[in-house]
């Protein structure tokens, strides 16, 4: 089972940037797709970003063009670069494996302890 850990959240105001590391245990990591997700208070977690193994990438409309995900097979790390950051980003971002059976992500039971974002207008 692979095990996460995630960190680079912190306090920003509006408009600022953070990068969000995930390092991932495992050797199989990169034929892994892998995804980005938040959970803000009193809401749903919901999946932000995803990059296949080759790389693809797809993102929510809410972070489409402000965030990137990207990943280094060699060193099991994926990233979430998050530029003009909106205090609606305010959540606890987790990282995940995931499973994609046609249009639909199956995250893994393996979650990490996420790493809090807080944007202050």
């Known amino acids: 089972q692979v095990q996460l850990m995630e960190s680079g959240g912190g306090s920003v105001q509006a408009g600022g940037s953070l990068r969000l590391s995930c390092v991932a245990s495992?050797?199989?990591?990169?034929?892994?797709?892998m995804g980005w997700y938040r959970q803000a208070p009193g809401k749903q977690r919901e999946l932000v970003a995803i990059?296949?193994?080759?790389?693809?990438?797809n993102y929510a409309d809410s972070v489409k063009g402000r965030f990137t995900i990207s990943r280094d097979n060699a060193k099991n790390m994926v990233y979430l670069q998050m530029n003009s950051l909106k205090p609606e980003d305010t959540a606890v971002y987790y990282c995940?494996?995931?499973?994609?059976?046609?249009?639909?992500?199956?995250?893994?039971?393996?979650w990490g302890q996420g790493t809090q974002v807080t944007v202050s207008s």
């Open positions: 995940n494996t995931l499973l994609l059976v046609g249009t639909t992500v199956f995250p893994s039971d393996s």
């Open positions: 990059i296949t193994s080759d790389e693809s990438t």
């Open positions: 495992g050797s199989i990591f990169s034929i892994k797709a």
